[in-house]
């Protein structure tokens, strides 16, 4: 009787030893998920944060740029208002004169055309010519080449010819009105950009000597 006494006594200690490990274990792969769970947890929290960092940096850069822009702007708005008053200024009631002016330059010029266009030997018609010669500016705007060189003499001599210019008197007429109307002031700019200088510096002269008086 003892010897099976003995016998369950150990088998109970055995049982409860088993039983023992078995919790342990499943504790401590409880334990095990839970530490997992929460590493991913932490990682999605890091994650997060990173995106928020970022976003916030590139709000923080576009927020920089649009007052870079917004500074921009002003300063070429006030660039501009200033231009505007000094032309204001400079007109101020000789505006007609202005336009009369601008009106006479286009005028000429166009009256230069004729003149070489007759000085070649051609009897064109003023008004088809007319219509050549503001396709000429039109060519002249494309800002490809400076002030049109190529395209203006190009244009203009196949619209003359299509206007009844015979072929080498609209040539030599769009070469004789380039000349004059092209070539011709950009070589008188140096000289008359020093004239203006030298006027200038007694307009500012006397500008100041009527503020101070």
Known sequence: MQGQRGVAAVALVAGIAVVAALGAGFFAWQKTGEADRLRAQLAAVRSDLDKARADVKKAGQDVAAAAKESKELKVATERLTAERDAVRTTLGKQWAQAILRSAGNVLFDYL??????????????????????????????????????????????????????????????????????????ILAGPFAYALFQRRAAHWHAAARARETG
Do not use: D, N
């Not at 000085?119 to 500016?137: F, H, I, M």
């Not at 494309?142 to 072929?167: D, K, N, Q, S, W």
């Open 112 to 185: 230069a055309l004729l003149a070489a266009l007759v000085a070649s030997g051609a009897r064109p018609t003023a008004s088809l010519v007319l219509l050549a010669y503001v396709a000429s500016v039109v060519l002249g705007m494309i800002p490809i080449t400076p002030g049109g060189l190529g395209f203006v003499e190009a244009g203009l001599a196949a619209m003359l010819v299509l206007a009844g210019v015979p072929g080498p008197a609209a040539t030599l007429a769009t070469l004789a009105y380039r000349l004059v109307s092209y070539w011709g002031p």
